[in-house]
């Protein structure tokens, strides 16, 4: 079955960076576009950044546009979220997720068909 597992997350100082990893397995990793979303508490799971099966295209929400960066392996079936100069409002849980389908956009969970467990972020101020 279908597998996403995030790692990299913890507790980190206002300014510092984390990279966030998301390993797929029992999916075409090669062909299907991946993307990152967070949840804080008592808010709803938003999206932060997403890409294309290739790697050709990136997508940001503004809130992070400028200090994350998305990339991908598609021979190690794993992809990665570098965050630079992190803020409080980071804080979050932050999760990985596949999109099968071409249409449907990138920036809504509607649009994806499975997600990870979600790796924990805490920006300290």
């Known amino acids: 079955q279908v597998q996403l597992v995030e790692s990299g997350g913890g507790l980190v100082q206002a300014g510092g960076s984390l990279r966030l990893s998301c390993a797929a397995s029992g999916l075409s990793f090669s062909s299907t576009a991946m993307g990152w979303f967070r949840q804080a508490p008592g808010k709803e799971r938003e999206f932060v950044s997403a890409i294309s099966w290739n790697g050709d295209s990136t997508y940001y929400s503004d809130s992070v546009k400028g200090r994350f960066t998305i990339s991908r392996n598609n021979v190690k079936n794993t992809m990665y979220l570098q965050m630079s100069s992190l803020k409080p409002e980071d804080t979050a849980v932050y999760y990985c997720?596949?999109?099968?389908?071409?249409?449907?956009?990138?920036?809504?969970?509607?649009?994806?068909?499975?997600w990870g467990q979600g790796t924990q972020v805490t920006v300290s101020s």
């Open positions: 997720a596949a999109k099968l389908r071409s249409s449907g956009g990138y920036y809504h969970t509607g649009a994806y068909n499975y």
